[in-house]
Structure formats: structure tokens, C-alpha cells
């Protein structure tokens, strides 16, 4: 069975104000489109995945690096999409998976199972649904005798129809022929558009396999105001905390905590309270990241010891049982086993080795306003407080400088290098 994806995000998004288109916008660190392209991208048998768009939001696709693009106009509504979709494409997949740009799916077993029961079942149409406890805005799933028989649009449901807690999820596997009668609907006359949802109607009419399928392994939401895009938020994050804790990860306050969709954290790590993991974080087993710690795209070592209020800025790469302490910096550097900047230090663009102490106030002075150099550190060193190291400099192995020291030559081996103004005593 070849599928074809469709996803729709030609919408003019009224809802939702803000001047960044809403598929573009972040979920855990990933745009919130991205999550049905990952999944779709998951499966053999879909072949391509389609993305509708409008005119203004063409550029912004192609220049993110989107494949697939395909233009709706006018905006004439979901049914309308896929009508316009048909009439310019060339329609040679057995099923089409429509998916919405501004629901995302997590759970691949959610697709797993409308696809199977598609295919068992020899279906042309199977919508997933949903009972949810306020169905309120979406479409109702008219159910009679176990048969699909329509889905009206909150706008078009009567008193009763308004009860019905069955809603459609936006999300259909469409056989070719069906998605040909998409070309068949009719505008809708309350919303004044063309609704794909209508297309259950109009199978029916024409005798095909219409069905639905009820979804069992999350909730599907729709995220057409901020408002519900925090809730997606929320969601997401409760999901990716439990699925760490359940590999072992512990939390003191999972509440106050913000964790990537990507991170990678090992059973034995314990993250305090308030504490922001951003993209690429992989933490290994036994660290402790305390609190007020924010971390992007570094690798963190076993045991190591994080904060509280240390920022490990992207490229970095801390081996293991590497302490960090308060109001520290690390951008683009490889500490080494063992290393120590306990307190107030900005590390750039450094290499340090194993079990070298860094002292408090220690800066690398890696840039001149034009270009970064880079500094290395060797093993077994220990750097007093409140030095410069101005890069480019090498300080070789079990080297030591004195507090206070401003750093501009390559320090030698087993030496004691102190640069700075000799205390002299005046009588007054
Ligand atoms: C839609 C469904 C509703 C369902 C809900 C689930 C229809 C008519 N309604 O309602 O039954 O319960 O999703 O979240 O399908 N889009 C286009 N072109 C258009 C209009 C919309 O591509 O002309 C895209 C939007 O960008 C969006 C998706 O289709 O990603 C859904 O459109 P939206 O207006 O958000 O529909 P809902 O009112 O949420
Ligand atoms: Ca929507």
C-alpha cells in the first residue's frame, strides 16, 4: 500500500496572533510542524509528504529548507485544499494520510492503528476520532449503529449535536478515489468555505467504505489560539518528563523544569528545580544539574556537577566528574576529567586537561572585537583567582598562575607564572 501525505497549513491562522506564522512556532524546542513530518518520515509505505500552503507563507517554507510545497488558492477552506491539491498534482498514491500543520500527532501508534484498520478493513475513508471532555470547536462525529454518517462543524451542530463528546481529530487516510471526491464538495454555507469533513457525506453517496477509528493513545489537539498552543506545551513537556523518569531520571520540581524534546539524559542524573535544558543536551549517568542552570546543545559527562546558576552555551563538552559552580560560563570548550571552575568564570573556545583547577574570576579573553582564539589548558594545572587568559596561549601541563594574573605568553611546564603589579607599601 503506497501513501501519500498530505499535511494543510494554508490557513490564515486568525486565531492566533502572532506576527510568526503558528507552524512555525516552538514546542519543546521543535516547530510545531516538524513533529508530523518526523513522524510521517518514520514509514516505508508514505512515500512523499505534501505540505499546502498559502502564497505568503510559500518563501518562508522554501527558505527553512521544506520539501513538497504545494499552494493553496484561494483560501477557500480544508475541502477546498484538497480540491486544489487534486486539480494540480497527479494523484497516483493508493491511500492519502491528510494531516493538519496545527495538530500535531506524537505517538506513532496513533497512525499505526488508522492505517491498519484502513487496510484490514479495505476502507476508503477512515476519519480518527476522539471523545474529549469539552469537545467544544471541533467537528462532531454523527455515529449511528456503530456507521459514520457525517461530521458537522461546531458552527452547524444543533443543541444535540453540540453534545456529542466524539470529535474528529482533523486527521483522515483517504483512499485515491476518495480524495478524488473531494473535487465534489460543495460550499459550506454557515462558514462560507469548502469542508473537507463533508467528504464522509459524499462517500457514502457514492457507496464507498466510510469508517471511523477511535483514538486510544493520546490526546489530539488542535492548537488554534496561544492559548492552546501552551497547552500543546504543557502536554508535551508532562509527556517528556514522565518518559525520563521512567528511564530513571529524577527531578525535585519537574514543574519549574524545561527539557527539549531531544535531550538525552541518563538514569541516575538528578535535575533541581528550575533548571532549562535546550536543544542537543545529552547529560550522562550520576550528574547533578542544580538549580537556575541553563544548558544548549553540550554534552555533559558521568558524575559531573552542575551549578547552581551555570550556563553551558552550545559546543560544549564536559567529561566526566567535571564541576561546575555558580555564575559560570561555558561556551565551545572541552573540560577534561576532573576539571573545576567553581565560581564565576566565563571559559571560551578552551581546551582544559584532566584535573586542572580553574580559579574564581578566571575569564579566557577569547576575542579582540574581530576574531575568537582559542585557549588551552594543560593537565594537573590550577589558575588563581581572577586571571586573564588572553588568548591565543597554551599553559602547559602541572603549570601554575598566580591570582590575579593577566596571561599573554605560553606558560611552560611545572612553572609558576605571575604577571601583575608588585604590592608596594607608602607610609601615609
Ligand atoms: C478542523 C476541522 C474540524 C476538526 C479540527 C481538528 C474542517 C472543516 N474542520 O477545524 O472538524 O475538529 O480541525 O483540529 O476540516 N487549512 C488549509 N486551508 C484552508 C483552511 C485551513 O490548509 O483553506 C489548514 C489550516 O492551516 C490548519 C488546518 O487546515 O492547519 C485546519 O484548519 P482550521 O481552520 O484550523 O480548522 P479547525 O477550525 O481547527
Ligand atoms: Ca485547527
Known amino acids: 500500500m503506497k501513501i501519500s501525505a498530505i499535511i494543510l497549513s494554508a490557513g490564515n491562522s486568525t486565531r492566533y496572533l502572532s506576527s510568526k506564522p503558528k507552524v512555525f512556532h516552538e514546542l519543546s524546542g521543535q516547530k510545531l510542524i516538524d513533529f508530523n513530518i518526523s513522524l510521517l518520515n518514520k514509514y516505508k509505505e508514505i512515500k512523499s509528504c505534501h505540505i499546502i500552503t498559502n502564497t505568503a507563507l510559500k518563501e518562508n517554507f522554501i527558505n527553512l529548507g521544506y520539501k513538497n510545497i504545494s499552494i493553496q488558492s484561494p483560501i477557500n477552506g480544508t475541502g477546498g485544499a484538497i480540491a486544489q491539491f487534486v486539480s494540480k498534482n497527479n494523484i497516483k498514491a493508493d491511500y492519502y494520510l491528510i494531516c493538519l500543520g496545527d495538530t500535531p500527532i506524537f505517538n506513532k501508534k496513533t497512525i499505526d492503528a ?256 574581530k576574531k575568537k582564539f582559542k585557549t588551552t589548558i594543560g593537565d594537573n594545572c590550577f589558575i588563581g583567582s581572577n586571571s586573564s587568559i588572553v588568548a591565543p596561549v597554551t599553559i602547559a601541563n602541572k603549570a601554575y598562575v598566580g591570582a590575579g594574573s593577566v596571561i599573554t605568553k605560553n606558560v611552560p611546564s611545572n612553572s609558576l607564572a605571575i604577571a601583575r603589579v608588585k604590592q608596594k607599601h607608602f607610609k601615609i
Open 114 to 369: 488508522l492505517i491498519k484498520k484502513t487496510k484490514n478493513q479495505k476502507l476508503d475513508i477512515n476519519v480518527l476520532g476522539q471523545n474529549l471532555d469539552n469537545p467544544f470547536g471541533y467537528g462532531r462525529l454523527i455515529i449511528e449503529n456503530k456507521n459514520l454518517k457525517a461530521i458537522v462543524e461546531e458552527k452547524n451542530c444543533n443543541i444535540e449535536q453540540k453534545k456529542i463528546s466524539t470529535i474528529n481529530t482533523g486527521i483522515f487516510l483517504l483512499s485515491k478515489r476518495a480524495l478524488l471526491l473531494s473535487k465534489k464538495i460543495k460550499k459550506d454555507v454557515q462558514k462560507k468555505e469548502y469542508l473537507l469533513t463533508d467528504l464522509i457525506k459524499i462517500g457514502l453517496e457514492h457507496k464507498y467504505k466510510v469508517s471511523y477509528s477511535l483514538n486510544a493513545y493520546e490526546k489530539i489537539m488542535g492548537a488554534n489560539t496561544i492559548e492552546e498552543m501552551q497547552h500543546l506545551q504543557n502536554q508535551l513537556q508532562t509527556s517528556i518528563i514522565q518518559s525520563l523518569m521512567s528511564k530513571g531520571v529524577q527531578f525535585e520540581n519537574p514543574l519549574t523544569t524545561f527539557i527539549s524534546h531531544d535531550a538525552v539524559i541518563d538514569k541516575d542524573v538528578y535535575i533541581e528545580s528550575n533548571v532549562v535544558i535546550k536543544n542537543h543536551v545529552k547529560i550522562k549517568q550520576g550528574s547533578l544539574i542544580k538549580s537556575f542552570s541553563y544548558l544548549e546543545d553540550c554534552i555533559i559527562g558521568k558524575d559531573c556537577n552542575i551549578g547552581p546558576f551555570a550556563r553551558i552555551r552550545p559546543g560544549t563538552l564536559l567529561e566526566d566528574d567535571v564541576k561546575i559552580g555558580n555564575f559560570v560560563e561555558i561556551k565551545k570548550s572541552n573540560l577534561k576529567k576532573g576539571v573545576k571552575v567553581n565560581h564565576l568564570s566565563y571559559v571560551g573556545d578552551s581546551k582544559i586537561g584532566v584535573n586542572t583547577n580553574i580559579g574564581a574570576g578566571t575569564i579566557t579573553c577569547n576575542y579582540d572585537g
